[in-house]
């Protein structure tokens, strides 16, 4: 008879031990990202110091304003060429990132959902007669909130493919309109 409480307290730490552990999976990801993006950034900016200053050197070693034009403009594409990689390095990070946090997260709630399912199955073996509408009514609800957490699953795949599509697309164009504007900088 006091199988039922007992259960429930199991349960309900199951439960809580189960949300502690996404929840540690979760920010171990996310310092993983951050550490990657922290890394990206110094690599960055290091390597922007030192062509920054290769490159204002080279400008005033100009010896004509032809010549400074000429200089500035044949740096552009590179430029923009390195900007369009640093963009694309972000977005492999996050997208590695959320890709992670995906994973984990359908692993944390799918052992979840096995739990509450086996708690729901013991529990209705013991359930006094007449509960049968009442235990098929939880089920339902269980396998409608499953159904629920599939579509909200594909939906976020979907416009995470989405971003990515589009980002994409933008470090493209930004890509072309990089090489289109050089040769014009280089002419000056």
Do not use: C, H, W
Request: glycine share 4%.
């Amino acid at each position: 008879m006091f199988a039922i409480p007992e259960q429930f307290s199991n349960a309900t730490k199951a439960n809580f031990e189960s949300q502690f552990a996404i929840f540690s999976s979760l920010t171990a990801k996310t310092f993983e990202g951050m550490e990657k993006l922290v890394e990206l950034n110094i690599t960055a900016a290091r390597a922007s110091l030192e062509e920054s200053q290769a490159a204002a050197r080279q400008l005033m070693s100009a010896k004509d304003p032809q010549e400074f034009f000429s200089l500035a403009g044949a740096q552009a594409q590179p430029n923009a060429e390195k900007a369009v990689s640093y963009a694309r390095q972000v977005a492999a990070i996050a997208a590695g990132t959320q890709a992670e946090f995906t994973k984990a997260a359908e692993v944390q709630i799918a052992e979840t959902n096995r739990k509450v399912v086996s708690l729901v199955d013991e529990v209705s073996k013991n359930a006094p007669a007449g509960s049968e509408n009442v235990v098929a009514a939880l089920k339902a609800s269980i396998g409608n909130a499953n159904a629920g957490y599939e579509q909200l699953t594909k939906t976020t795949k979907q416009a995470v493919e989405t971003l990515e599509t589009n980002m994409n697309a933008a470090v493209s164009q930004f890509t072309q309109a990089a090489q289109k504007a050089a040769p014009k900088a280089a002419k000056k």
